[in-house]
């Protein structure tokens, strides 16, 4: 049986914001198409030839004034004779700050300084002329202090507003004393910064993460931050000798409290805790994303499966969290990594990672608590660009923009490192397919007892095939079932049923991971 042709999406993605010039698009020939070729389908629409690129099949064409750029696209790449069509991207050069030691920041911009493989970074520059971030965005460093001195820090620092500071009064009446940049919940004070008073150590691990967070950019100190301008508050629940539960809960609240929508949690360890499970689905509901470090393997120094042996919190199966494994500047696995197919969810730039430390200085680190930062600065200067995003769409940008890796294949559910440049332009699928026109209609009585069960199920974004369908009949799985992709419909012949009730289930899983289960029950009489 044949069935209708449905008109193909352009091979570019609409809505995106990258910018193109107006009336004009780039039309490239199928061979043998010709010249001529195209000048019929210049007639059809009123446009006309700009510019035959030398050495190519290649053409600018030139717009009337009443078709748009995406309806050309459209007409263009439905002519036989056209390769394809699209617009005519505005290119600049990639920004890059003048921070002296940018060109050490290898997860940011690898250009093989290290030895390892060029561009296997998140594309920091060439996000930065898109969205260097925004004050308006707050990421919460749940972690050890921050060095709220530090030259390349002080300027990203959040700040309370209603509090007044060192005056030992809880001014904005939130149970908090004095907490102008954040609090210290594991000495119950305002100090986020606490250094050993004769060796000078301590909070080495935060400052670290804050750094790759938002250290300052463009500003001539030291290095920058994959966020140039968001705001990092130190929410300090671990000293050197770890923390407790009870304080990263505490924590975790306040930033909610506060109005803080991203955080960064470069920690893990313990059992499963239902506090701190429940206060995560809190944060959940309050449209606050919880990125989290997947963890650095055991005693051995060897990466573990979080498939098999659950770290936590970054495998609490909430759906703000996202698990982040780390790579090298290879864009291969670190050895230290865990990693889980299901569990883990993507993988960040986290060997040698130069940030910022205590005193003015900075340092190379290597974890998970590496990777984690890059990819909350990712999600920042996408919140900084689209304010009104919530949890599971900042989640979803970053998820499915990914750069796939054939080192992250089954280590990671995405099977690819952070792409800044992709998650921050493109607009993610967050939309469910359909199932709709379901037969024998729901709730219905028919007396054929081999009825046809048909539905249209259908994606806005995904060409539905039937490896992304499943059709259960009273609670069985039937693959006999045939989809015609062209139309978006399912048709599969029952056997012979027995009268009474019976009920069907459909559900599809579009390439974005958004699945839509839809049930229907009838009744087959005498």
């Not at 046809?452 to 994606?459: E, G, H, Q, R």
């Amino acid at each position: 049986m044949t069935q209708p042709v449905r008109e193909e999406d352009p091979t570019y993605q609409e809505g995106s914001a990258r910018q193109f010039a107006p009336g004009e698009i780039i039309v490239g020939l199928e061979q043998p198409a010709s010249q001529a070729d195209l000048r019929d389908l210049n007639r059809e629409t009123g446009a006309t030839i700009e510019e035959d690129l030398p050495r190519s099949d290649v053409n600018v064409v030139d717009l009337p004034r009443d078709l748009t750029v995406n309806e050309a696209v459209r007409a263009y790449e439905n002519s036989p004779d056209v390769a394809y069509a699209e617009p005519n991207f505005k290119l600049q050069p990639a920004a890059v700050p003048n921070d002296p030691q940018f060109n050490n920041l290898w997860g940011l911009n690898n250009t093989g300084q290290t030895g390892g493989t060029s561009d296997a970074d998140v594309d920091a520059p060439e996000v930065w002329n898109t969205a260097t971030g925004s004050q308006d965005t707050v990421v919460a460093v749940i972690d050890e202090g921050i060095d709220t001195n530090h030259q390349d820090l002080r300027g990203n620092l959040w700040t309370n507003t209603g509090e007044i500071a060192g005056n030992n009064v809880d001014d904005d009446g939130n149970g908090y004393v004095d907490d102008v940049n954040g609090y210290d919940f594991a000495n119950d004070d305002a100090s986020v910064y606490d250094p050993d008073p004769i060796t000078g150590n301590g909070d080495e691990h935060g400052t670290h993460v804050a750094g790759t967070i938002a250290a300052t950019g463009n500003n001539g100190v030291g290095i920058t931050g994959v966020n140039w301008r968001a705001q990092v508050a130190s929410l300090k629940f671990l000293g050197a000798n770890g923390g407790y539960t009870s304080d990263a809960v505490e924590a975790i609240n306040y930033a909610v409290a506060e109005g803080m929508d991203i955080s960064n949690n470069s920690w893990g360890g313990g059992g499963y805790s239902q506090a701190l499970r429940d206060a995560i689905a809190r944060a959940d509901a309050a449209g606050h994303i919880f990125i989290a470090a997947a963890g650095n393997g055991g005693s051995d120094g060897v990466g573990d499966n979080n498939d098999a042996t659950p770290h936590y919190p970054s495998n609490y199966e909430v759906p703000n969290v996202v698990s982040v494994a780390a790579t090298d500047d290879t864009d291969a696995l670190a050895s230290f990594s865990n990693f889980g197919a299901t569990s883990v969810d993507l993988a960040a730039p986290g060997v040698g990672i130069l940030s910022t430390l205590p005193g003015n200085s900075y340092g190379r680190y290597s974890g998970t608590s590496m990777a984690t930062p890059h990819v909350a600065g990712v999600a920042a200067l996408i919140k900084s660009r689209e304010p009104g995003l919530d949890d599971a769409q900042i989640k979803a940008q970053l998820l499915q923009y990914v750069d796939n890796k054939a080192s992250l294949q089954g280590k990671v559910a995405t099977n690819g490192r952070i792409n800044a440049l992709r998650s921050v332009t493109e607009n993610a699928d967050t939309t469910k397919p359909t199932v709709t026109e379901k037969r024998p209609v729901p709730a219905s009585s028919i007396r054929d007892r081999t009825p046809k069960i048909t539905a249209t199920v259908k994606d806005n974004k995904t060409d539905l095939q039937k490896g992304n369908i499943q059709l259960y009949v009273d609670g069985s799985a039937r693959g006999g079932f045939t989809y015609y992709a062209g139309v978006d419909r399912l048709i599969y012949t029952t056997p012979t049923l027995s009268y009474g009730n019976h009920s069907v289930r459909i559900v599809a899983k579009d390439t974005a991971g958004n699945t839509t289960s839809s049930s229907w029950g009838f009744k087959v009489v005498r």
